[in-house]
Nanobody, 122 residues
Framework: QVQLVESGGGLVQVGGSLRLSCAAS????????MAWFRQAPGKEREFVAA????????YYADSVKGRFTISRDNTKNTVYLQMNSLKPEDTAVYYC???????????????WGQGTQVTVSS
């Protein structure tokens, strides 16, 4: 089992920045690819970003490319999502997930956090 706890969400103005963190415990964190997904009210959960287990490769949704950066620190068992130039459409609950492969399909991730709310106000 892997337990994931997100933090760092909050209320920010358009154009602002936030950094989300996801702390992992349980099985060896460095064995897993990690990802961030988000879900806005009334919408399906969507892929945001993913990173391979060593952090050598990253993947992004087109909607966040160039604005968001995913990274990980395997010594701290933590994955991060730096979000810059935030837009109202980035408002959602953000979830981190752990799985065997860095993919965009949510069903292929085995472990999920409880989510953290990000609200971008205009």
């Amino acid at each position: 089992q892997v337990q994931l706890v997100e933090s760092g969400g909050g209320l920010v103005q358009v154009g602002g920045s936030l950094r989300l963190s996801c702390a992992a415990s349980g099985r060896t964190f460095s064995n897993y690819a990690m990802a961030w997904f988000r879900q806005a009210p009334g919408k399906e959960r969507e892929f945001v970003a993913a990173i391979t287990w060593r952090g050598r490769s990253t993947y992004y949704a087109d909607s966040v490319k160039g604005r968001f950066t995913i990274s990980r620190d395997n010594t701290k068992n933590t994955v991060y999502l730096q979000m810059n130039s935030l837009k109202p459409e980035d408002t959602a609950v953000y979830y981190c997930a752990a799985g065997n492969t860095a993919v965009v399909v949510s069903s292929l991730y085995d472990y999920w956090g409880q989510g953290t709310q990000v609200t971008v106000s205009s």
